[in-house]
Nanobody, 129 residues
Framework: QVQLVESGGGLVQAGGSLRLSCAAS????????MGWFRQAPGKEREFVAA???????????DYADSVKGRFTIARDNAKNTVYLQMNSLKPEDTAVYYC???????????????????WGQGTQVTVSS
């Protein structure tokens, strides 16, 4: 069982930055694929970024086209934490952001919600124009 707790959301002006954190429980955190999703009011949950574990200390990142070049996903296995650094924020980035963890045995596409077994409760990000 993995428990995920997000933090770092808030209100920021367009062009600003925020860093979201996701603290995970569990001793095998380093071998989990980790992802960030978001859900805006009235819209479906959408993929933002993910890190796929490929063995040892190697991870591969994937990003939604809408955030490439602005967002960066990273992890600190010593702290059981994954981060989402968000720069050049836009009003359309406003959403509840969710952290997710999935077993590394999953070989399908990480942008799909079914790739993940555990989800956090979410943190609100609001970008004002």
């Amino acid at each position: 069982q993995v428990q995920l707790v997000e933090s770092g959301g808030g209100l920021v002006q367009a062009g600003g930055s925020l860093r979201l954190s996701c603290a995970a429980s569990g001793r095998t955190f380093s071998s989990y694929n980790m992802g960030w999703f978001r859900q805006a009011p009235g819209k479906e949950r959408e993929f933002v970024a993910a890190l796929r574990w490929s063995g040892g200390s190697t991870y591969y990142a994937d990003y939604a086209d809408s955030v490439k070049g602005r967002f960066t996903i990273a992890r600190d296995n010593a702290k059981n934490t994954v981060y989402l650094q968000m720069n050049s924020l836009k009003p359309e980035d406003t959403a509840v952001y969710y952290c997710a963890a999935g077993r590394s045995a999953y070989t399908g596409s990480l942008p799909l919600p079914q790739a993940y077994d555990y989800w956090g409760q979410g943190t609100q990000v609001t970008v004002s124009s």
